[in-house]
């Protein structure tokens, strides 16, 4: 899989970098004053990449278990580790520990990526299944009206004398992105591919795993949601 190759190199984290710890800290603050997480709360990070939305939740006291497909991000992480904050390779799609979080948070569009649509229920199921009765689920995705309106299919960023000349198409009702990376005397080729999700499909797949969707934002400030105009899609919804 493609995210097997690219999740938790050097070059995705170096190409990624504007999404810094400053907009992680303001949008982990806007949700914790909206959820008001008991101070014992467990939240789970899922798809936590190399941890900097969990890093924060755990100084602000919660316990915080972050897990993610890439080894890579999980051996980074656990540097970090103590009592109250723990990080393991984990899928998704499977079960992981039933009825045990407060809170489960898939941020920065981590989602959407299978091969097998069916795998978007297999992830959605196991989310809610890791929620206690009344716990919160958080999804940020990306807004498909807005990408689908305004994307750029060409476009060249230059990072610490890194060149990635990136390509975007939508096909099959997917993002497809091509990274070619140009290091020195090193040349690469890394890809994207993700779903065009819109709510409809999200309604849809929350209401099958027995979560009700009560907030819909469009960005991290928690502006209300434009289909037009909003960056994001941001769902917060509440098991059953």
Known sequence: MWYNKWFGTYYYDLLYAHRDDT???LFINNL?????PAANARILDLGCGKGRHALYLHQLGYAVTGVDLAADNIAYCKQFETDNLEFH????RRYFRI????????????????????????????????????????????????????LQHDTIVCKEDVVFRISKKIENNFVVKTINVEDKNVTDTFYERVELLYPHHFEELLQ????TIVHIFGSYDLAAFDKSTSPRFIIIAQKN
């Open 32 to 36: 914790v004053l909206l959820l008001k």
């Open 89 to 92: 390779i984990h899928d998704m």
């Open 23 to 25: 907009e992680a800290h």
């Open 208 to 211: 099958k795993v027995n979560l």
């Open 99 to 150: 009825n045990n979080f407060d809170c489960v948070f898939n941020l920065f569009t981590s989602f959407g990526y299978f091969e097998k649509l069916h795998h978007n229920f297999l992830a959605a199921q196991s989310a809610a299944a890791n929620l206690k009765p009344g716990g919160f689920l958080v999804m940020d995705y990306f807004n498909a009206y807005f990408i689908e309106n305004n």
